[in-house]
């Protein structure tokens, strides 16, 4: 597990917050947030809403701010934002503001606090809001000048406490994952050709005048096909 990764778990099980117990925060606008960052990790629902703010298709977006690579441990196209120079600095930073305020990535969105979740496989399918868990880290930026509570932080944003579409893309995050490793170990395996195809359907093929979860299901279900196929040759 790289260092990132370690960081992230040890926050995880070590700084959580139920979504009504108080943490206090108050953003400063200082941009320090947007510096030496690597780690402003996408959703394809990110990607989708970043290209709606700046009118373009979210390939278009993903090639002039994003890189991606495979997960060490999930075996899963990563998408983030590109970081830029010595400063390793977000590249949606525009005279230290965000320039895509309204759209900015969920992690950005709901900064400093976080949220995951830690899931047995065989409950896969029986996972509800009930098994999201958040915390909160001193993010070294901003002052302790405000009290808020993580439902009400969340809500400001616009990012409900019954978010089904992060619901959704756990689930099939794991899914996939458990699949991609197994098809890992199986000889003759193309798996650039799994991955680029996981990456185009799960991110980069979206119509932005469209609603954007039903588009996503219906990526999923090709994305499923298509390693049907895959496996079968």
């Not at 196209?77 to 503001?97: F, H, M």
Request: charged share 30%; glycine share 6%; net charge negative.
């Amino acid at each position: 597990m790289d260092t990132r990764m370690e960081r992230i778990r040890q926050d995880f099980e070590n700084n959580q917050l139920a979504v009504d117990e108080p943490f206090d925060f108050r953003c400063t606008l200082c941009g320090k947030c947007c510096i030496h960052r690597e780690d402003i990790f996408l959703t394809p629902k990110d990607l989708y809403n970043l290209a709606r703010e700046l009118h373009q298709m979210p390939e278009a977006v993903f090639d002039q701010y994003c890189e991606w690579y495979i997960g060490a441990d999930s075996r899963l196209p990563i998408v983030r934002l590109k970081p830029q120079g010595s400063v390793r600095r977000c590249p949606l930073l525009k005279d230290q503001k965000c320039s895509v305020h309204n759209a900015k990535p969920t992690v950005c969105a709901i900064f400093p606090i976080g949220r995951g979740m830690a899931v047995e496989k065989s409950r896969i399918d029986e996972v509800t809001t009930a098994d999201i868990r958040y915390f909160f880290t001193n993010p070294g930026c901003g002052d302790g000048s405000e009290t808020h509570t993580v439902k009400e932080w969340l809500g400001a944003f616009g990012i409900p406490l019954q978010d089904d579409f992060f619901i959704e893309w756990q689930k099939c995050l794991i899914k996939l994952s458990l699949r991609f490793r197994e098809m890992e170990k199986k000889p003759g395996s193309d798996m650039r050709a799994v991955w680029d195809s996981a990456l185009v359907l799960l991110y980069l093929t979206y119509e932005v005048g469209m609603e954007f979860e039903p588009q996503f299901r219906e990526h999923v279900e090709d994305l499923q096909k298509l390693l049907d196929k895959m496996e079968k040759h």
